[in-house]
T-cell receptor, first 115, second 112 residues
Framework: GAGVSQSPRYKVAKRGQDVALRCDPI?????LFWYQQALGQGPEFLTY????????KSGLPSDRFFAERPEGSVSTLKIQRTQQEDSAVYLC?????????????FGPGTRLTVL | KQEVTQIPAALSVPEGENLVLNCSFT??????LQWFRQDPGKGLTSLLL?????REQTSGRLNASLDKSSGRSTLYIAASQPGDSATYLC???????????FGGGTRVLVKP
């Protein structure tokens, strides 16, 4: 079956522009995670959804970052007024069940470059 | 706050040598530990997952050990091949939540 998909794969934005990054999780997966990976570093947690509920947004670096999953499936990460420090790869992951740990399956990521 | 460290940051070995990758974490109260592989421009591929009650997991040429009390895990890759060249990441998950806390990764180059 299809894995986690993300679009666009690459995004170049001018400083100050708004961007929207999309994640399509594996069908039926309850949990969805967003991570940010700066060049040469490990991914860092941004936010977590269980179905449509955003249960943890403690990793969002500022109020310019906003994520939603209105129907409990597709999720969008929006960054307003992008800054150069927002340049990173944004990874989305989904997992089947929230009550016991199940493996998180990662998408290919969206590489955001802010000029 | 959980911190995960991977040493070395980069490693270069000739083909056929065994690889030893280290991961350490500061908070031993983990639910499990997972090793991932990341190829350039790609997402993360899960290699091995070790539950907190386990000491090791094996898959083919890969073996991962876990010592919770000392906050360490080691990934062994036997008889390395050029196709093993990638970045290897370890991540831990707390019992209370599902978010992964990652180390910085070890970039591996296996020379033919």
């Amino acid at each position: 079956g299809a894995g986690v998909s993300q679009s666009p794969r690459y995004k170049v934005a001018k400083r100050g522009q708004d961007v929207a990054l999309r994640c399509d999780p594996i069908s039926g997966h309850v949990s969805l995670f967003w991570y940010q990976q700066a060049l040469g570093q490990g991914p860092e947690f941004l936010t977590y959804f269980q179905n449509e509920a955003q249960l943890d947004k403690s990793g969002l670096p500022s109020d310019r970052f906003f994520a939603e999953r209105p129907e409990g499936s597709v999720s969008t990460l929006k960054i307003q007024r992008t800054q150069q420090e927002d340049s990173a790869v944004y990874l989305c992951a989904s997992s089947l069940d929230f009550s016991v740990y199940n493996e998180q399956f990662f998408g290919p990521g969206t590489r955001l470059t802010v000029l | 706050k959980q911190e995960v460290t991977q040493i070395p940051a980069a490693l270069s070995v000739p083909e056929g040598e065994n690889l030893v990758l280290n991961c350490s974490f500061t908070d031993s109260a983990i639910y499990n530990l997972q090793w991932f592989r990341q190829d350039p421009g790609k997402g993360l591929t899960s290699l091995l997952l070790i539950q907190s009650s386990q000491r090791e997991q094996t898959s083919g040429r890969l073996n991962a050990s876990l010592d919770k009390s000392s906050g360490r895990s080691t990934l062994y890759i036997a008889a390395s091949q050029p196709g093993d060249s990638a970045t290897y990441l370890c991540a831990v998950i707390k019992a209370a939540g599902n978010k992964l806390t990652f180390g910085g990764g070890t970039r591996v180059l296996v020379k033919p």
